[in-house]
């Protein structure tokens, strides 16, 4: 079965960062078999979808993400102590398969709608992230989280261990689902845990490994008191500092740090919608580009960043980077959105897949209207994409060939009934919460 | 006639933060005269809009804009001198009244389509986006620009300010266009006819005069080698630090600025998006607050900010503060919606008319869909339309009771003809750019 995509703007991300104005993109089966300018071939059965002038784009790749924390969204946001007064205990007594499900599923919900077709998670009960990733149709790495703190899923490494099994043997082979471990963040899993996760991950290195780095001052105070080294350096004492290493927020990092990520090949991920609003610092994604490390993008948990599509991201990332150097001119528009296609799809190792429109690679694809009055003039669909565009722009999202969204309407889930099953929880979460503020004295 | 808004999570932005789960805002005429929790009263004859749980709350005030210049949106991105390349030779080409009328008519439809019922503006021309606005609906203060260097519309200062003086005849007692009179910047208009200016509006106390102040290292430098103090003390020696003096971006400030600001009682915008796309810094708008300045939100020009509606400002504005206190709690997402309500009205001097929902005050109100994923679950309205809300999700926008959009329709303006004319003055633009790129070496 042929689909043609026709009278495109057809924005390719490949490596000449092509542009074909009224274009056309053929796909076949899950794969983009040809594309170009000018009129479309004619196919005798092709499925046509006239694009009017939209653009048609890679779809986005959320680089890090925690699916199951959409039911926290905006939950005592401006509450200071908020993790250890709501979050903690509400994890401690709701997460379960069920409810680690529902999260995920609305997380899937409101991706597809705001054009994100691959994406990084690390959360609990991961097994089950990854079967709502594939029953959406979402290009996914879900990433078993390990720590030291007695998460709700495990009480021991072993336990933990066990559910990477789990999860390495349900995806293996998955077309869409890649399996990942991922060892919470230096100072909550420990340098004894890191080593054997890394002593594991040297027998697979092909297994993405997903790390929370120096994401805040208090990590970089707990490495220099019981490690007398930066929490980077902690991380490649521990082995772990490898190519399938992928670093989400890098935001407390010294020149010595960035030298050594880049010797180690390591990749990745800003999020800065969440560190933002945690106050915690800005990324010097300048300095990783120019250290040779693939960037990311990523919305982090909509508890930490509240909305999971990449446009709520691309003025922040643009904005911090610009004020890092007080100039207008560091990380252009054109650069964000290879940041947030093809070099976040090579900052999970993903980028012979999917990433950019090229014959040969999956067809994940999203198509962007460009008819709302914030899109006029259009001077550049790069700085239309990032400084004007919304997430509600996306009207067509496929993953693999596989329609996802068809005009706004999503295809593969239930929209009313995921919406319908995180508000109860949500309800239950109020309630916890009447409780808990009721303990305070 | 009545209005009843019904079933509707009320946001008044009164001075308790009043809130309404179901509640109910009765409209006669132009005028708020009634709001409740609970089931509504039984009016005969009243048209019922029922609001199935979506928020209603106060229309939004953009506080600083040049509305005529969306035609330039995106223009040059990410070309370091697009100033001097490209927009002071478009400008001195192409802005005359038809060109402001157009650029102004886009960025009306845009505003009502976000969300925004009442705009600051300041431009050239200034009496044709005073028109575009009366007609378009929206309550508007229309500024005409004065500065020292040429601009289109005058070769002199009397020039200009015949200028200033048919926008006072055209608007004298319209119910929502108010005219006002805006000496460009200190380092632009010179303190010599910021003097003239300020004598003038000591007799038009009335009248609100905008400026921007305190917008660059470069305006900083020029008040120090020139006048040997600080950009806010020059506008002080001019006499124009005074209350009704609305000073736009306000990022260069010494606690000296802000002690003298504080003194004169001015009001201040802050434009986010634009100074953090410029690289230009962060203004300190908790220390404005300490020091009992209200504080509007504004986007600026499409040409340095891209969107003209609030929503896009919300996440910067609120991570700029937390970023710059390094902490989680500065600037909570209901003060954010206060900047853009009613403190931004108080900025403008239109607080006992607009900014927030209360019996006898103007109907501006605009209706937010509570319904799009992103949005579920809803532990807190505020945070919910500071951190997740997109201007897609208004659907309903009136002014003084007149309905601007209903149902996404806009009511007042012809969105195909106005994003069609845009369009045509965009492609010669481009012409011109072509013709410009074509003399450099």
Redesign the interface.
Known sequence: MTILFTNALVVTMDDDLTVHERGWVQVDGSVITALGGGPAPDIAGAEILDCDDDIVMPGMVNAHCHMAM??F??????V?DRLYRYILPLERTFVSPEMVRAGSA?SA??MI??GVTTVADMYYFETEVGDVCAEAGLRAIVGQTLADFSPPDHRSFDEGFARVEDLMDRFAGHPLVTPSIAPHAPYSTGLQTMARIAEWSEAHPNVPVQIHLAES?LEVKWAQETHSKSSVAVTQESGLLKPNLICAHCLQLDDDDILMMSVEQVCVVTNP?SN???????SPVEKLRNAGLPRGIGSDGAMSG????LF?QF??V???A??L??????L???EVIQMATIEGARALSLNLKTGSLEPGKQADLIRVSTK???M?????P???LV??A???DVTHTMVAGRWLMRNRQVQTLE?AR??SD??Q??RQ??GEMARLDSLVP
């Open positions: 959409s039911l969204r905006g939950l005592g946001e401006d200071d609305l919900l409101e709608q705001g001052t919608r933002g609003k945690a106050g915690r610092g800005i509240n909305t999971l599509d709520s003025a922040p643009s904005m911090f610009k004020l150097a007080g100039s207008r001119k560091p252009p528009a054109v709302s009055s914030r006029q003039p259009m001077y550049d790069y700085s239309a400084f004007a919304m997430p509600t929209p995921i919406m995180a508000n929880i949500a979460f109020k």
